[in-house]
């Protein structure tokens, strides 16, 4: 009998029911991979913690798997930085190059691949969804976590894509949870007559006050995430996550069947969530 192959999962949430994570274990099995029958696969969870998240890497990287799934960026570096030999795959890594996870997007060169979220296509699309709630606007503000080093990439595409719809951006980068107020009033000062949130780690952990300071912005405002809309904000445009995991899936299996990550091109999605806030 042929060895089943060892599978790990470094997931960043919780224990419990996930899209994403079930649109993962979707894709394994539909290449032949069910846990307990023809593969064994291993999760720990990092519960929103880093901590948690350095010990549920050690623990996975300890196991010796033949290969080991995480859902982003984080969670991928972990287990990178702990091994170069264990072949990691990331499910929606924002900018895998400008973390170093990946030397680029076409040729890895390392011990990971996989998915990643932020393209021209996303972006381009974010500036039409806000179109659409600001068919008008010209000058549209850009606020967004500038210490989160997976930002640069997605605001050099925005800054592009803009400059060829003749839309002019005006940026105000944060540096706490605590200057999204300041932010959010400068942009709309300066005549932005539309705002756009960027998504990142503060926009999670600060979520509360980031919500509490949106409430003042006057004009059409783009949340990072759809569940923010029935508190604030006029839209929202994400990435189908649960097809970047499905995908994800099948780099696992190939590397299973003996590829090398370091000469597997990452891939995207075309399919994107966009949420208009219901009146």
Not at 185 to 213: D, F, M, R, W
Request: proline share 6%; charged share 25%.
């Amino acid at each position: 009998m042929a060895k089943q192959p060892l599978i790990g999962i470094l997931s960043p949430g919780m224990p419990g029911p996930s899209p994403n994570m079930d649109a993962f274990i979707e894709g394994l099995r539909a290449h032949g991979y069910v846990d307990g029958e023809t593969a064994r696969i291993e999760t720990r969870f990092a519960q929103q913690s880093y901590l948690l998240l350095d010990e549920a890497a050690h623990e996975l990287a300890a196991l010796k798997p033949d290969v080991i799934f995480g859902g982003n960026s984080h969670e991928a570096l972990a287990i990178v930085i702990l091994s170069s030999d264990i072949p990691v795959v990331t499910g929606a890594s924002t900018d895998p190059v400008h973390v170093r996870l990946v030397r680029s997007l076409e040729r890895p060169g390392w011990n990971a691949t996989g998915c990643y979220t932020t393209s021209e296509a996303y972006v381009r699309r974010k500036l039409e969804a806000m179109r659409q709630v600001a068919p008008n606007a010209r000058r549209i503000g850009l606020v967004y976590d500038g210490l989160d080093p997976e930002r640069p990439f997605e605001v050099r595409l925005l800054r592009k894509e803009a400059k060829a719809m003749g839309i002019e951006l005006v940026e105000r980068p944060v540096r706490t949870i605590f200057d999204y107020a300041g932010s959010f009033s400068e942009a709309q000062n300066e005549g932005a007559e539309a705002v756009i949130l960027l998504g990142g780690l503060s926009t999670i952990l600060g979520k509360s006050a980031i919500v509490e300071a949106a409430k003042a912005v006057k004009v059409p405002l783009m949340v990072p995430m759809r569940y923010w809309l029935p508190e604030v904000g006029d839209v929202c445009v994400g990435v189908s996550t649960p097809d970047l995991y499905r995908r994800a899936a099948t780099f696992v299996h190939r590397v299973l069947q003996g590829e090398n990550p370091a000469n597997m091109a990452m891939e995207t999605t075309d399919q994107f969530d966009v949420a208009l806030k219901q009146r």
